[in-house]
């Protein structure tokens, strides 16, 4: 099938995931990873994993990025990640928490530790309090939301055009009973909705604008959001300055990342800047915060590890052993068909991640720091 007729296909499965009532019954609960993919639409599950899939399989032949292609993914950006995060964010959750990101890590600290901190950085930057109102772009189900409202008592509101993750977010809200300092839009971040336009005071983004076709349309949507003199933090997944494009093994690793991660093309350091700087944003402070120090640990040492009792599903061997578990329950058709490959493909992805570390040619928390001109209307 040509990649014109994948992304077709792909679009009609994410109209039929949004539409399906069956699928509807598992997003209220907020554990059970078997229950949760046992009652998966078994044909639907089989149908979004080969046509996602099939939408990389003409680069796979020499690992670079073809014109045709990228371009292709860019254009259906938002129905590619749409579907991507439909077949994922069990295993996400499962694998790895509430919060689908990584954070710097200091000698010592637990996973959980570092990834609070991480949320709690943008906060502090930001200047949160119990006044302000808060945009949180491309939220996820919502666990960096949820530390921010806890910490700084903010009001959030959390867009996403995902509407399986929109409902767990709003599922885990009542749970917690920070119903009233949260809202959710489902909705694209590329295209918001004009009632969002000047409503919000500050804006963050944790790693996930990586998925909008190009970073101007996100940040030209997150800019009409803000008010006059409005902040916007964001944590990005680019490529650093070792990144050779004419290198092979460094295309190789980078086509693995975007793949197994729903990024039409990962932008630069520079690139990343430029964007926000085209559309009208003022910088005020960059950095690579997965560039180590002493005192850190580096980032992707978790995906890297062989064991550990406090965070074995994320090891190389935890996700080895939950492979063969998927596999096994696929085969006795306890679960969905594909979710094998799911689990497959992300483990692929997470040795991708490992190597673009080590080789320091990729980074997902390049930090920006943007406002709002407080002239801009």
């Known amino acids: 099938m040509s990649p014109v007729a994948e992304a077709n296909k792909l679009e009609e499965h994410v109209s039929e995931i949004d539409n399906i009532k069956h699928h509807g019954e598992i997003i209220y609960e907020t554990n059970g990873f078997i229950s949760k993919i046992y009652r998966k639409d078994r044909q639907l599950n089989r149908r979004i994993v080969n046509t996602y899939t099939g939408m990389w399989k003409e680069d796979k032949e020499d690992f670079s990025n073809k014109e045709e292609t990228t371009k292709l993914r860019r254009e259906n950006a938002q129905k590619m990640t ?40 943008l906060s502090l930057k930001l200047g949160l309090n119990d006044k302000h109102k808060t ?9 960096p939301l949820r530390e921010i409202v806890r910490l700084s008592n903010a009001h959030i509101t959390g867009i996403n055009n995902n509407a399986y993750q929109i409902e767990r977010c709003k599922a885990y809200s009542r749970n917690l009973g920070i119903e009233n300092r949260t809202d959710f839009v489902k909705g694209d971040f590329t295209n918001m909705p004009r009632e969002l336009d000047g409503k919000f005071d500050s804006a963050y983004a944790v790693e996930a604008t990586v998925h909008s076709p190009k970073l101007e349309m996100v940040y030209g949507q997150v800019i009409r959001a803000l008010k006059p003199g409005g902040l916007f933090a964001t944590y990005e ?63 992707y040492l978790t995906l890297k590890g062989g064991f550990s009792w406090s965070g074995f599903r994320m090891t190389r061997m935890g996700r080895w052993t939950t492979h063969k578990l998927v596999y096994v329950l696929e085969c006795l058709r306890i679960i969905a068909p594909g979710s094998t490959d799911v689990a497959s493909f992300l483990n692929d992805t997470a040795d991708a991640l490992v190597k673009g570390g080590e080789m320091e040619i990729f980074t997902p928390m390049f930090f920006i720091l943007l406002k709002k001109p407080s002239t801009a209307q």
């Open 82 to 121: 749409n579907a991507f995060y439909d077949i994922v964010t069990d295993f996400y959750e499962y694998g790895w928490g509430e919060s689908f990101h990584f954070a710097r890590t200091y000698k010592g600290d637990t996973f959980e530790q570092a990834i609070k901190r991480h949320e709690q950085y």
């Open 135 to 143: 945009l949180d772009v491309g939220c996820g189900v919502g666990g």
């Open 237 to 299: 997944w680019v490529t650093t300055p070792k990144y050779d494009e004419n290198n092979p093994e460094h295309k190789r690793i980078i086509h693995g990342i975007e793949e197994g991660n729903s990024i039409p093309s990962l932008s630069s350091y520079e690139q990343a800047l430029d964007a926000a700087k085209s559309v009208g944003f003022e910088v005020l402070e960059y950095k690579d915060m997965a560039i180590l120090e002493d005192c850190h640990d580096p980032w």
